[in-house]
């Protein structure tokens, strides 16, 4: 299957898991293309001053790599800045939320799959 770059329809998120104002998700992957193993691989854009709230995953894990821009995660409690180039990683049973605090966009690509 090959999903075409005009098939990727914009999803735009106000309060996403209760963060500040709006976010842009890209969704490449629809959760029944992974048939039960995941259910998000998209790209993010969060302009300044917006975030995603403080959330635990519970059966999942995500990954998301900082593609541009710069981010401040609360990754478990602890404050941290990460940029571009930069990983992160939320494991089953963990919890984060992302920021940002920059004066451009802060584009991600994010991946949320279930625990085996």
Same mark, same amino acid.
């Given at each position: ?14 309060n ?7 976010v ?8 029944e293309d992974?048939k ?7 790209k993010l +854009? @969060?302009?300044? $001053?917006a975030?995603?709230?403080y959330?635990?995953?519970? &059966? ?15 990754d478990?409690g602890?404050?941290e +800045? @990460?940029?571009? $180039?930069?990983m ?6 963990? &919890?984060h ?6 004066s ?5 690509i ?7």
């Amino acid at each position: 299957m090959i999903r075409r770059s005009d098939e990727i329809k914009e999803r735009r998120v106000q309060n996403a898991r209760g963060g500040d104002n709006e976010v842009i998700f890209y969704d490449w992957m629809k959760p029944e293309d992974a048939k039960g193993h995941g259910r998000l691989f998209s790209k993010l +854009v @969060i302009p300044p $001053g917006a975030s995603i709230g403080y959330h635990e995953h519970s &059966g999942e894990f995500e990954a998301f790599y900082v593609i541009s821009g710069e981010a401040t995660i609360d990754d478990n409690g602890k404050q941290e +800045v @990460i940029k571009a $180039g930069d990983m992160a990683i939320c494991k089953d049973g963990e &919890g984060h939320s992302t920021r940002n605090n920059g004066s451009e966009d802060l584009v991600l690509i994010a991946m949320i799959m279930n625990t085996l």
